[in-house]
């Protein structure tokens, strides 16, 4: 029944398809633009002209300015995309999951420190958290402003993670209570054992959800954050700082708006794809496995 029912979620089959499409691309991308050095995600040129080219057959999606093929960046920039997403939205699960059950499972004194210090980082806004811990983290953890996206990828992990930890404790509240954690208390089985064998497992509800949407939002923002100039100047196979490095070309003279489509429109398509890929997984996954959301949909 369960896989019937995921079958016949148009919104996860449609959001499958096109993250399935793209990790394809991602896989295939030494096929699809053979590297030319050492480094992979170092876009190559076809020479110094600070005029974008238009598509053509030796560069199918045109060049940047400095002729910097737009090809390339796409195709290796969804490798970025699947790293960035998926590390981010893994550290940030991880961490939300250990406070949560610590805090759930344990109560009294740890669970109000715990919701104390989640209730501090939620009092951030994340675009001014990112922006202050990249100020100040200058050779910490190897760091750097305008070193890519090491330091914004880290701060969202470490500003991100209280989502997690809010969802983890609700379920672990409803599990510590439940018959079975009592029988196991009982007979003398030992907390390790009882959170990873018994609360943890049943305390999942809403995180692949969460998660499958978080991939997609995690993108979007690293791409806005390295688009408004906190990464290095050179492009690279990145969706972000492609869309960085042509923005002069996004705004030009109302007779000649669409004249550069081609320098800013496959990336922002791209940024666009990878976004609601994901956020229809994560909407058709909460559709299939939260009964209490499908009923709230029959009933509207």
Do not use: C
């Amino acid at each position: 029944m369960a896989l019937k029912r995921i079958l016949s979620n148009r919104k996860l089959v449609a959001g499958s398809l096109v993250v399935l499409v793209l990790a394809a691309m991602a896989l295939a991308a030494p096929l699809i633009a053979p590297p030319q050095g050492d480094d992979p995600y170092v876009i190559p040129r076809d020479g110094f002209s600070s005029t974008p080219e238009p598509p053509s057959p030796g560069h199918f999606l045109g060049t940047m300015q400095g002729q910097y093929d737009i090809l390339y960046g796409l195709v290796w920039g969804t490798r970025v995309a699947f790293r960035v997403g998926l590390t981010i939205t893994i550290g940030r699960a991880l961490i939300g999951v250990i406070v949560g059950v610590v805090s759930g499972y344990y109560g009294k004194w740890s669970d109000a420190l715990l919701m104390r210090v989640t209730d501090a980082f939620l009092a951030f806004p994340i675009v001014a958290a990112v922006l202050v811990m990249l100020t100040v983290s200058v050779d910490y953890w190897g760091l750097r402003l305008g070193e890519g996206d090491t330091a914004i990828v880290w701060a969202l992990i470490l500003f991100g993670w209280m989502q997690y930890a809010r969802l983890v404790r609700g379920n672990v509240l409803v599990e510590r209570s439940s018959e079975y954690v009592a029988a196991a208390v009982a007979v003398g089985a030992r907390d390790r054992r009882i959170i990873f064998r018994h609360v943890l497992p049943n305390s999942t509800r809403g995180l692949f959800v969460l998660s499958a949407s978080d991939v997609g939002a995690m993108v979007v923002t690293v791409a806005a954050l390295t688009f408004i100039g906190l990464t290095g100047d050179e492009p690279t196979a990145d969706w972000g700082a492609m869309l960085k490095y042509t923005r002069n070309w996004i705004i030009a003279a109302p007779a000649h708006a669409l004249d550069f489509w081609y320098t800013y429109i496959p990336a922002s398509v791209a940024i666009v794809l990878f976004s609601i890929g994901w956020s229809l997984i994560g909407d058709g996954l909460r559709d299939v496995f939260d009964p209490r959301w499908r009923s709230l949909r029959g009933m509207a």
